[in-house]
């Protein structure tokens, strides 16, 4: 019982931390095409100029942290947190549980897309018109990606006290 109650904290723990990453990793990426738009205002888009290239490098970091992070949480709801709702919750909140982990491959999906956008975007190959295009597909799957998580993450916050219930 008080492995599970352990489990559950560190759980819990772990989705404030991965929203938080999220958060930032939209900032981020609002904040680099904002900074474009900018520049941009000031004088014709030139790539590979040097603030571009931080914010661009500080994002491709972030999406490396969020994507470490969640790997490892979805590895510990996986097998642990599993355990645990099928050792000590019923058959239905078991199941529920079951149904909630399957979201895990679409956000895991989610993530790798998010690289292939950031690598897009430093790889130096794009055009003009393609950078911008990419650039604001990348802010809206971020945000959408940071939605579905946060309703990931609320769906099993509501699971987990029903777990605690359950014990």
């Not at 981020?28 to 095409?33: I, L, Y």
């Not at 205002?41 to 490098?57: K, M």
């Not at 969020?66 to 019923?90: M, N």
Request: net charge negative; with cysteine.
């Amino acid at each position: 019982m008080e492995a599970v109650l352990t489990l559950i904290e560190q759980i819990i723990a772990e989705h404030h931390t991965i929203l938080q990453r999220l958060e930032d990793l939209e900032e981020v990426a609002n904040d680099a095409e904002a900074l474009r738009g900018f520049e941009q205002a000031q004088e014709s888009f030139v790539p590979g100029r040097l603030n571009e290239r931080q914010g661009l490098e500080r994002l491709e970091k972030l999406v490396s942290l969020v994507d470490q992070g969640l790997r490892a949480h979805f590895d510990r709801e996986e097998t642990a947190l599993l355990a645990a709702f099928e050792g000590q919750g019923s058959r239905e909140l078991a199941s529920a549980f079951h149904s909630l982990l399957l979201e895990h491959a679409d956000l895991k999906n989610r993530i790798a897309r998010t690289r292939e956008q950031v690598a897009q975007l430093t790889g130096g190959q794009l055009s003009r018109h393609s950078w911008e295009a990419t650039a604001n597909d990348l802010r809206a799957h971020v945000s959408h990606t940071h939605r579905l998580l946060q309703a990931h993450a609320e769906a099993e916050q509501e699971l987990l006290i029903s777990l605690l219930a359950d014990c």
